[in-house]
T-cell receptor, first 112, second 113 residues
Framework: ETGVTQSPTHLIKTRGQQVTLRCSSQ?????VSWYQQALGQGPQFIFQ???????GRGNFPPRFSGLQFPNYSSELNVNALELDDSALYLC???????????FGPGTRLLVL | QKEVEQNSGPLSVPEGAIASLNCTYS??????FFWYRQYSGKSPELIMF????GDKEDGRFTAQLNKASQYVSLLIRDSQPSDSATYLC?????????????FGAGTQVVVTP
């Protein structure tokens, strides 16, 4: 157990809807990174939040957005859902300068 | 386009043998390298990280890094059926960042009794 939690565990949405995923970081970690993992692929970096500011973004469109709160928990919001957004969404928490990060259990999103 | 490449497998390994996993990366400026293990239906868990050329050992796992050849490997000694999983190689996206990783697609390892 890494101490990183995510909710919900599973979610079914329809195309065009909006979704919010949540992540609580490991105690003492001030950085949260979000990843999308499609079936059979490695995780793809979406963006990172550090001290409530976006601190780098991968190759994802603006309809993927996020927030980080003062307690370092974080949200990932996806607007105008597309079928290809179906994936496992992972958050990883880390402490600055610590490297890789520790993943939560993930949220499995299915878009119909 | 920065890339991290791994053989997809499956890599079949007899119980008790050594599993050898390879990973190459394209960005010569990469400084930090990570190996994660992912069981089917679960999230990745960090096994090891390595920053310096050479070998780093942790229990039955050894990571090897050769920056000149842009190559990082993972050896699993005395492989057990519980080691059957997908192993993901990851590299920091840029040298000055932390926690922003580029992953390979993973190598599936199957340890056979």
């Amino acid at each position: 157990e890494t101490g990183v939690t995510q909710s919900p565990t599973h979610l079914i949405k329809t195309r065009g809807q909006q979704v919010t995923l949540r992540c609580s970081s490991q105690s003492g970690h001030n950085t949260v990174s979000w990843y999308q993992q499609a079936l059979g692929q490695g995780p793809q970096f979406i963006f990172q939040y550090y001290r409530e500011e976006e601190n780098g973004r991968g190759n994802f469109p603006p309809r993927f957005s996020g927030l980080q709160f003062p307690n370092y928990s974080s949200e990932l919001n996806v607007n105008a859902l597309e079928l290809d957004d179906s994936a496992l969404y992972l958050c990883a928490s880390s402490l600055e300068d610590s490297g890789g990060g520790y993943f939560g259990p993930g949220t499995r999103l299915l878009v119909l | 386009q920065k890339e991290v490449e791994q053989n997809s497998g499956p890599l079949s390994v007899p119980e008790g043998a050594i599993a050898s996993l390879n990973c190459t990366y394209s960005d010569r400026g990469s400084q930090s390298f990570f190996w994660y293990r992912q069981y089917s239906g679960k999230s990745p868990e960090l096994i090891m990280f390595i920053y310096s050329n050479g070998d780093k050992e942790d229990g039955r796992f050894t990571a090897q890094l050769n920056k000149a050849s842009q190559y990082v490997s993972l050896l699993i000694r005395d492989s057990q059926p519980s080691d059957s999983a997908t192993y993901l190689c990851a590299v920091n996206i840029n040298p000055d960042s932390w926690g922003k990783l580029q992953f390979g697609a993973g190598t599936q390892v199957v340890v056979t009794p």
